[in-house]
């Protein structure tokens, strides 16, 4: 099985989770950052992932775009969705299913919320300002769910086999 996990990242978070994400998958696995490759070769793929992080509750445009340009061969693969988002609870399922169209929701084998993450170092002063007043943090901090990735990998990775019904 060939996998190609494609995310955009905007402070390197949404990376390091695809990166570890790829280490738990089975078969061949690829990365693609849609900001250096907008446009990879889905026909290679058997399975695609979709990765990106949430900024003021919207999930980046090279997502959206990558997403509406390729529905169709998108919705004919087996799918997983997963965010990066500080949110927890309801309000971060609730970016979830705004992050990607339902169309791909519908078809989505597996979803996934996994955490993340306030880099000071990473952000410019306006980010930090914005971080500082609407999320009241004061220093850079890590909510990464590594368990939420090991689940997520073995979701995409189980065998659906109808005939295991007819036992």
């Known amino acids: 099985m060939k996998t190609l996990i494609s995310y955009s990242t905007s402070h390197g978070c949404t990376e ?16 693609a950052n849609l900001k250096d490759n907008p446009n990879p070769e889905l026909e290679k793929f058997d399975r695609i992932i979709i990765g990106g992080s ?19 061969e998108l919705k004919a693969k087996e799918l997983g969705l997963f965010i990066c ?25 597996s979803t996934a919320i996994f955490g993340g993450e306030f880099d000071f170092e990473k952000m410019n002063f306006f980010e930090k300002m914005v971080v500082k007043k609407v999320a009241k943090v004061k220093a850079s901090t890590s909510k990464i769910d590594h368990q939420a990735i090991q689940k997520f990998s073995k979701r995409m990775d189980k065998i659906f086999n109808p005939f295991l019904f007819l036992v």
């Open 85 to 109: 988002c500080m949110e927890e609870g309801e309000n971060a399922q609730k970016q979830l299913r705004n992050a990607f169209p339902e169309e791909l929701h519908e078809v989505a084998k």
């Open 16 to 31: 390091n989770t695809a990166r570890e994400l790829k280490e738990h998958l089975g078969g061949e696995v690829q990365l």
């Open 54 to 72: 949430i900024h003021a509750g919207q999930i980046q445009k090279r997502v959206k775009d990558f997403c509406a340009k390729n529905m169709d």
